[in-house]
């Protein structure tokens, strides 16, 4: 009895022993962070993609105001986003030509940075550049999937691997833009997940390697913020209807398309209508002594939610979408003419 006694003594020490461990580590960590404060961005530059509208273009205007030298990467440069934001920022802010899924776009904006480098260096890159697609996996082509990932994956990755020695030499920051579908599976968000999700395990390696270089990687995972970007792409249940062949068509039929489509976009548009606490997430991990590794961005109650959700079983995280009136009405109509 006396045994049981003491090993029960031990298995209820070890946990308690962890936590304390875990807080020491935490006051350490920050303690020593607390040396490499950014208190302005005067002499350091910053990299920005996707910056022809929504998080990069407000993200590169808030940085050039705070006096980052900044490099604004846009797909369309001639654009009117990028010539907006020329426009309405000081002459530290540089519009850089920049499509992540190009090695030729990608050397060029490097040689570009190089050559105009501030006196500190490039303390930060933040892969913000994206697309939304929506569509069930059996509307997708291999086409749909590919264009998706090439951007929002191995965009960032190729972005990340030609600036990475920059940063490094500034024990800067590296910062990727994911969302809550990174971890967060449901209805017509396949290949979009599969981008994100992709991205989070190689922030999360980079992450590992990097704090031997002194080097900060964030992810920032928004949720429903398709009012206050327009990464949402617009489409019709007719664009869906006329890629699908004639076997989809008897399974997946015109109503039912209509109707998801109808709910998706109803759905994208109740979100936040500002980026406002996407920017000043986006802003702390540049600027912030203490960075976070992950900035979830969502209202109380979701983010609750959002946060248990990766600790659930799967069976009970797959029966959360039974409670939807919309997978109920889509189960009756599957099949039917």
């Given at each position: 009895m006396n045994t049981i006694f003491f090993i029960g003594q031990i298995i209820g020490i070890v946990p308690i022993s962890a936590f304390v461990f875990f807080l020491v580590a935490k006051l350490v960590s920050a303690t020593c962070r607390s040396s490499s404060h950014v208190q302005d961005g005067y002499g350091s530059a910053v990299l920005i993609t996707g910056c022809d509208s929504g998080f990069g273009h407000q993200l590169a205007r808030c940085l050039d105001h705070k006096g980052f030298v900044v490099f604004a990467g846009c797909l369309c440069p001639e654009g009117a986003g990028a010539q907006s934001l020329a426009r309405q920022s000081s002459s530290n802010l540089k519009i850089l030509k920049l499509d992540v899924t190009s090695?030729?776009?990608?050397?060029?904006?490097?040689?570009?940075?190089?050559?105009?480098?501030?006196?500190?260096?490039?303390?930060?890159?933040?892969?913000?550049?994206?697309?939304?697609?929506?569509?069930?996996?059996?509307?997708?082509?291999?086409?749909?999937f590919q264009h998706v990932i090439n951007i929002n994956l191995f965009g960032s990755v190729r972005t990340s691997t030609a600036f990475l020695p920059l940063v490094r030499a500034a024990k800067g920051r590296m910062v990727y833009m994911s969302s809550i579908f990174a971890f967060f599976n449901c209805l017509n968000m396949g290949a979009y997940s599969v981008s994100k999700r992709g991205l989070e395990a190689f922030a999360d390696c980079l992450r590992v390697e990097m704090a031997s270089f002194g080097v900060k990687v964030s992810i920032v995972q928004p949720g429903n913020f398709g009012q206050a970007t327009n990464i949402l792409k617009m489409k019709t249940g007719l664009d869906i209807w006329e890629k699908l062949d004639d076997e989809r068509k008897q399974i997946f039929n015109r109503q039912y398309i209509e109707l998801a489509n109808e709910y998706f976009m109803s759905t994208c548009m109740s979100g936040f209508k500002d980026a406002d606490m996407v920017i000043d997430a986006m802003l702390h991990a540049v600027t912030s002594a203490q960075p976070k590794s992950r900035y979830l961005l969502a209202s109380a109650t979701d983010k609750f939610?959002?946060?248990?959700?990766p600790f659930l079983p799967t069976f009970l995280t797959d029966s959360v979408f039974s409670l939807s009136s919309m997978y109920a009405k889509r189960k009756e109509m599957l099949y039917t003419k």
């Open positions: 090695d030729e776009d990608v050397l060029q904006a490097k040689k570009m940075v190089q050559e105009n480098l501030p006196v500190k260096g490039l303390w930060a890159v933040v892969n913000n550049a994206g697309i939304s697609e929506w569509a069930e996996i059996e509307w997708s082509s291999m086409e749909d939610f959002f946060q248990l959700f």
